[in-house]
C-alpha cells in the first residue's frame, strides 16, 4: 500500500513527462481507498511546501531592502574572485552605493569581449567558476542576437527553482 501513496508523487517531482504521469495515472488500476490516501498525502506534502514558499515570499515583500542587500552581498562576494570582480574591486563592496561607486553602468557592447571568452571556455571572467550555458536574447541593438550567460546557481536558484 505505501508504494500505492509514494510512486505519483515521485513521478511529480521528477517533473520528466506529463505524458508518462497520465499514462500512469490512467493505466493504473486504482480502488477508492487508495486514491484516496494518495491524494490526501500528496496534498499534506504540497501544502507544506507551498506555506514554506509562501512565507518567504511575504517576508521579501515585507523586507525587501534587507533582502536585496543580502543578495548583493551574496553575489559580490561570488564574483570577487573573479577577473571582473578584481577590476572593480568587489573586495572592498560592501553596500549598494559602494557598489555603484566601484561598477559604473554598462552596455552589452562593454560586455560582449568578456561574454565571448566565456563562450569559449574560458573560467572566471565575469562569473566564478566555468559557464556552460548562454541564453540567446533577439537583438535590438547593433547585433542580430545577444548571448547572456546562465551559472548553474542561476539555474537552481531561479529557473528550477521558480
Known amino acids: 500500500m505505501a508504494f500505492l501513496t509514494e510512486m505519483p508523487f515521485c513521478f511529480l517531482l521528477k517533473r520528466t513527462n506529463i505524458f508518462i504521469l497520465k499514462k500512469f495515472f490512467f493505466n493504473f488500476k486504482w480502488n477508492f481507498k487508495a486514491n484516496e490516501m494518495a491524494n490526501t ?16 515570499i511575504r517576508y521579501f515583500s515585507a523586507h525587501p531592502h534587507t533582502v536585496q542587500s543580502a543578495l548583493l552581498s551574496q553575489f559580490v562576494n561570488t564574483a570577487r574572485h573573479t ?3 578584481r577590476i572593480h574591486n568587489f573586495g572592498n563592496v560592501r553596500n549598494a552605493a559602494h557598489f555603484a561607486q566601484n561598477v559604473p553602468i554598462q552596455d552589452y557592447e562593454t560586455l ?3 561574454i565571448n571568452r566565456m563562450m569559449y571556455g574560458e573560467r572566471d571572467v565575469l562569473w566564478a567558476g566555468q559557464v556552460s ?16 550567460p546562465v ?9 528550477l527553482k521558480g
Open 41 to 56: 498525502w500528496l496534498n499534506s506534502i504540497m501544502r507544506y511546501v507551498l506555506k514554506k514558499r509562501m512565507r518567504r
Open 112 to 114: 560582449k569581449p568578456y
Open 83 to 85: 577577473e571582473w570582480g
Open 151 to 159: 551559472t548553474i546557481q542561476n539555474l537552481k536558484t531561479c529557473h
Open 133 to 148: 550555458w548562454f541564453s540567446k536574447s533577439s537583438g535590438t541593438t547593433s547585433d542580430k542576437s545577444k548571448y547572456i
